[in-house]
């Protein structure tokens, strides 16, 4: 009896591991359509360009808004406490996967369900900021696109435009571990690089200008990532260094045709289409948190040429014919 016993066990347990590792699988493929909510930190142009990105790129797995997809779009306005809220209620709702836009809504969710798929998107260093445990095998119910990019290409490109450059000032968000992170890796490579950097802080919009207006009067030159809060106050910014005389450097290539110099860029929709790449194996059945988050492979030099002017910079000649002008990579006029 007690044999009989054991094997009933066993095969109870053993079918719950069968079920465990297909219920996904199985889920998605009994339905014709897709639910999902996209989830976003702040209204910028950056991260309106992931959304569409995700949007564009569902299409393009056959999920169409209106025929076969529902798509619950939330956005925090840069608030943490309604962030917090959007996403017990959006989870509440189960809908069949999550698109986490940037590091503080991915841990939002992170933190509410370990079942529902999310596919984050934008976020620099996810293992940094502790949303996953490995880049190759995240672990439990997240995996995505990252917007990292390599900094030794900035540095370069930066010192090939400014050769006189010595001192870079950096500025990021204190309440942002990825806008931390980022930070911390781009002044260690910098600094390999023989820069001088001067690193400060803000803690909201409110605090760009004061502390763009003194940094840009200590340095020669100002680098800034894909922080979010800066992209909101990006402007403040630009007026601080254009009075200063002094280039922006960044790695995003909207903020580029907003004014600053240069970046080899990163084309924020595309970080979307790949996220929707990557939600697509999710689909047909793969194990988020085996599924390796993913990155671009294919990064553009970009110059504002219109910003080199105002501040007279000359672009060699040789740089000039491998970079892309600003305006062609956004379409622009």
């Known amino acids: 009896m007690k044999k009989l016993q054991k ?19 199985e889920v998605f493929a009994q339905e014709d359509s897709l639910d999902v909510a996209v989830v976003q930190l702040v209204t910028h142009s950056s991260l309106d360009d992931i959304r569409q990105g995700v949007y564009d790129g569902l299409a393009e797995h056959g999920y169409t808004e209106g025929e076969n997809l529902t ?15 959007i996403a017990q209620s959006v989870v509440a709702e189960e809908p069949d996967m999550i698109f986490a836009i940037t590091t503080p809504v991915a841990q939002a969710f992170q933190n509410v369900t370990s079942d529902i798929p999310i596919i984050m998107t934008g976020v620099t260093d996810p293992v940094s900021a502790g949303i996953v445990d490995d880049l190759e095998n995240p672990g439990e119910n997240i995996t995505g696109a990252s917007d990292a990019v390599p900094y030794e290409d ?12 010595q001192k870079v000032g950096m500025i990021y968000t204190t309440s942002e571990d990825n806008s931390l992170a980022e930070t911390e890796q781009a002044a260690a490579v910098a600094e390999e690089m023989g820069l001088e950097v001067q690193i400060e802080g803000i803690a909201s919009t409110m605090d760009m200008q004061l502390v763009a207006q003194t940094l840009a009067n200590e340095v020669d030159a100002i680098y800034v990532g894909s922080d979010n809060t800066i992209a909101s106050a990006f402007e403040t910014l630009l007026d601080a260094t254009d009075a200063a005389g002094i280039p922006v450097f960044t790695t995003v290539d909207v903020m580029v045709g907003q004014g600053a110099l240069s970046a080899v860029a990163i084309n924020q929709k595309d970080i979307g289409l790949l996220a929707a790449d990557v939600a697509k194996e999710i689909i ?50």
């Open 7 to 25: 094997l009933i066990l066993a095969m109870v347990a053993l079918a719950l591991v069968i079920v465990s590792s297909t219920t996904t699988k």
């Open 71 to 85: 798509i619950n779009y939330q956005n925090a306005e840069g608030d943490l406490n309604i962030l917090s809220t």
């Open 154 to 165: 900035q540095f370069e490109l930066l010192l090939q435009l400014q050769p006189d450059v």
């Open 284 to 333: 047909d059945g793969a194990n988020p948190g085996e599924t390796p988050v993913r990155f671009l492979d294919e990064l553009q030099p970009v110059i504002n040429f219109e910003t080199a002017d105002r501040l007279g910079i000359e672009i060699p000649d040789e740089l000039a014919s491998e970079v892309m002008d600003i305006k062609d990579r956004l379409g622009e006029e």
